[in-house]
């Protein structure tokens, strides 16, 4: 695979610097120098990557060159060649740097639930949530990579089959409530991507997290046959005995509002009246998270339940932050949690 050539290759070159030091038994804080072009030689790594994964979304996979990604990463060929063996080589590498992104995002996601379905539908909002924030490697996974020659595609089976068996098998203690096919998990997860591969190419800027709740009743109840719990809705979840006009906002917001939501609701809330958006970290800071990875999730789950919206005004770009903002049942619910308090 053109990956672990370069890999090796990389390994080979490394092992060349490095011999003097592993002959005497020294450690890397004895030899600085060797430590810096370690140091060195990863940051242009990661430089080549992301030119990569820029490039292809710009021109698509089969028109990239060598020269296109040096030019966009800043970098010599020679660098590039010390590095990659090809073109190839380093595409495929790009795939599964976007592999590893989503995956961080992904399984934690996944992991922090108690409940199988409720883990399906959390793995899948983190998912959709890497979308957004990383639309560049996101691109590169669901829509470059079907267009990125032969081993591209047999990699891409391979994560879809992995996947599918996560889904159907569970992991750790969660498990499935009935045994489901290998046909029915793989058959859900492609419909997954199908969608998210037309969404992303007729609408490249559009943010795909408010897909989230219609993509995981779709998988959980047509794709995996398993029945999906209805959100209760403003009259069921009312007392008993109240009239429609009594109804709180609380009663059917479908979510659970732990005190870090609150936290979020209210930052944003206070954020209102200098009229700008706040970006994922400045929520995060203004509600004391310190895992960034747990804040992305919490403001992908708000906005699947319609309680923010990000008012970036121009499309992304790399490296351009959200500007999350309360929509007027967002600014319900806060109200009504500070009467309740």
Request: glycine fraction near 10%; include cysteine.
């Amino acid at each position: 695979m053109a990956a672990r050539r370069a890999s090796s290759s990389r390994g080979m070159h490394a092992g060349r610097s490095g011999r003097g030091a592993r002959t005497t038994g020294a450690s890397a804080a004895e030899h600085p120098l060797l430590s810096s072009r370690e140091a060195l030689a990863e940051v242009q790594r990661t430089r080549l990557l992301t030119a990569m994964a820029i490039v292809c979304r710009r021109l698509g996979p089969g028109r990239v060159t060598v020269h296109d990604v040096v030019k966009q990463a800043g970098v010599s060929r020679r660098t590039f060649y010390e590095l990659y063996s090809d073109r190839d080589a380093c595409l495929a590498e790009a795939l599964e740097e976007a592999l590893r992104r989503a995956s961080r995002r992904v399984v934690p996601a996944y992991d922090a639930e108690g409940d199988w379905s409720e883990a399906v539908r959390a793995g899948l909002e983190a998912f959709l949530a890497f979308l957004d924030e990383d639309r560049t490697f996101g691109s590169l996974l669901v829509i470059d990579a079907l267009a990125s020659g032969d081993e591209a595609l047999r990699r891409r089976a391979e994560v879809v089959k992995a996947v599918a068996r996560a889904v159907r098998t569970g992991r750790g203690g969660l498990r499935p409530p009935r045994s489901v096919s290998p046909f029915a998990a793989e058959g859900a997860v492609g419909a997954v991507l199908a969608v998210l591969h037309a969404r992303l190419l007729v609408e490249p800027d559009k943010p795909v997290s408010p897909l989230g709740a219609e993509l995981a009743a779709n998988v959980l109840s047509a794709g995996l046959g398993m029945s999906v719990p209805a959100t209760p809705g403003p009259k069921s979840a009312r007392r008993a005995g109240a009239n429609d006009g009594d109804a709180s906002p609380l009663s059917s917001i479908g979510i659970r509002l732990t005190y870090r939501t609150l936290l979020v609701l209210r930052a944003l809330a206070q954020q209102e009246a200098a009229g700008a958006g706040m970006s994922n970290r400045e929520v995060a800071d203004a509600a004391g998270i310190s895992d960034q990875g747990q804040a992305s999730k919490l403001l992908a789950r708000l906005a699947r339940h319609g309680m923010i919206v990000n008012a970036r005004a121009r499309p992304h770009r790399e490296g351009e932050a959200n500007a999350w903002k309360l929509t007027e049942r967002g600014a319900s619910v806060e109200r009504a949690t500070r009467r309740a308090g």
